[in-house]
């Protein structure tokens, strides 16, 4: 499994489940983030590789695979990964049911559902920032932040303004 560590000032920027559709609106909610991870289902088709080209001109970026990253270059993509950052211990995956609940973090980033969650349980962070891409249902368009602070670990689930 990939890890990485970060020490940051700025907010990490956390979306998923773009599936080919990344709006201006994501972009201007990102400008300014320290770190941007990408929480898999980026795109089927070739060109969705794009999408994650695009948010490293941001800022850093660290992306996990989904069920729906079925073209080469997502091939290189990795299906877990964990991040430190300021110390917090974030633990990256797309589908929350392939996470191991022994894993050492603090913190669970997961998508594939499109249902933004945000809530402390049994000590960890459990997160997912929403779908940001193509609307699913009636679930409305998000994403998330994170500031890993010394004492703190906060998070918010943002919607984009459409």
Wanted: charged residues 20%; aromatic residues 6%; glycine residues 8%.
């Amino acid at each position: 499994m990939e890890s990485a560590s970060f020490e940051l000032d700025a907010p990490i920027g956390v979306i998923a489940d773009t599936h080919g559709t990344l709006r201006d609106e994501a972009l201007t909610l990102l400008v300014g983030c320290g770190l941007i991870v990408h929480l898999g289902d980026v795109g089927s088709r070739a060109q969705d590789a794009a999408i994650l080209t695009r948010l490293a001109e941001l800022a850093p970026l660290y992306a996990v695979r989904g069920n729906v990253d079925t073209a080469a270059w997502a091939e290189d993509l990795p299906w877990h990964r964990d991040l430190v950052v300021n110390g917090w211990r974030l633990h990256l995956v797309h589908d929350i049911a392939d996470f191991d609940a022994t894993t050492p973090c603090d913190a669970v980033l997961h998508g594939h559902s499109h249902k933004a969650r945000n809530e402390w349980r049994d000590g960890r962070l459990w997160f997912n920032p929403g779908g940001a891409g193509r609307r699913r249902f009636s679930l409305p368009l998000t994403l998330g932040k994170l500031w890993a602070e010394e004492t703190a670990l906060r998070s918010a689930i943002l919607h984009l303004p459409l």
